[in-house]
């Protein structure tokens, strides 16, 4: 006795079967390409870094920034 692959229900049998399957492989290719190429590409940074917080003057404990 066969075990019946039930994934999609549909007026074409085993058609629906392998349109759902070959959909399904259709994007782990696709992802699986986008994440190779997404692993050989440098970031580019359109900010610059943020300048380090000076201490503010007034402040007696070094952990107090002045903000803006």
Known sequence: MPFPVVLAHGA???FDELIFLGVGVIF????????????NVQPEF??????????APDSE????????
């Open 12 to 14: 074409l049998g085993n």
């Open 61 to 68: 404990a070094p952990d107090h920034y002045r903000l803006g």
């Open 46 to 55: 359109k900010e610059e870094a943020a300048p380090t917080p000076e201490a």
């Open 28 to 39: 782990l290719v696709m992802m699986g390409i986008s994440w190779v190429k997404s692993r």
